[in-house]
């Protein structure tokens, strides 16, 4: 069974850093073509990706937070890391990770998709 | 303000059929497969449609995903009570290097 669990702080005080973990297990960091995926939701908003990071070692952010964040991978204890600088109260949100696998189709193309997600962690910015 | 467009909102009887569409431009949607996502209040995001029209194991075919240019659409007939939730479309942008973007979201209420 593929599961994957975010741990972090609940409440971070402005411009503090944010570091999330998210611990995976029933598939491994280091399987061809996967990756893991970090996305949030501030209370009542849409879902916003953050940055991904593949088995490769490949890494991409969001446009607009790439100079905040930062993710890492630790294989050998199946965890991924994201951190967060210079955090703000707009920064409040429930954080997600999720496992993000890859399909191809000759005629179609091909797809990414996060098709399990960790439950969350919600983070509150404040002073 | 999200890279993909959503309506706000979408409602339906019980039996009935909806559809949901997400616009987007030729760098993400024109130029990739789409996937949706359903989000039930309080609860994380589960995969729906992958691929702009593959189901996952376990998603019953009353629901299913189209795709044409720079639009997609999922649709679900049969409407039930359990399919009220929040829907979001999804895919990678090729203008942002690789990066993924969402639509905004539509709420369906089941009337």
């Known amino acids: 069974q593929v599961t994957l669990k975010e741990s972090g702080p609940v409440l971070v005080k402005p411009t503090e850093t944010l570091t999330l973990t998210c611990t995976v297990s029933?598939?491994?960091?280091?399987?061809?073509?996967?990756?893991v995926s970090w996305i949030r939701q501030p209370p009542g908003k849409a879902l916003e990706w953050l940055a991904h990071?593949?088995?490769?070692?490949?890494?991409s952010y969001s446009t607009s937070l790439k100079s905040r964040l930062t993710i890492s991978k630790d294989t050998s204890k199946s965890q991924v890391v994201l951190t967060m600088t210079n955090m703000d109260p707009v920064d409040t949100a429930t954080y997600y990770c999720?496992?993000?696998?890859?399909?191809?189709?000759?005629?179609?193309?091909?797809?990414?998709?996060?098709?399990?997600w960790g439950k969350g962690t919600t983070v509150t910015v404040s002073s | 303000q999200s890279v993909l467009t959503q309506t706000p909102s979408a409602s339906g009887t019980p039996g009935q059929r909806v559809t949901i569409s997400c616009s987007g431009s030729?760098?993400?949607?024109?130029?990739?497969?789409v996937n949706w996502y359903q989000q039930v209040p309080g609860t994380a995001p589960k995969l729906l449609i992958y691929?702009?029209?593959q189901r996952p194991s376990g998603v019953p075919d009353r629901i299913s995903g189209s795709k044409s240019g720079t639009s997609a659409s999922l649709a679900i007939s049969g409407l039930q009570s359990d399919d009220e939730a929040d829907y979001y479309c999804?895919?990678?942008?090729?203008?942002?290097?690789?990066?993924?973007?969402f639509g905004g979201g539509t709420k369906l209420t089941v009337l």
């Open positions: 999720a496992r993000t696998s890859y399909a191809f189709w000759t005629g179609k193309g091909e797809a990414y998709y996060m098709d399990v």
């Open positions: 029933g598939f491994s960091l280091s399987n061809a073509g996967m990756a």
């Open positions: 990071i593949f088995s490769s070692d490949d890494k």
């Open positions: 030729t760098s993400n949607i024109g130029s990739n497969t």
């Open positions: 691929g702009n029209d």
């Open positions: 999804a895919a990678w942008d090729d203008s942002l290097n690789g990066r993924v973007v």
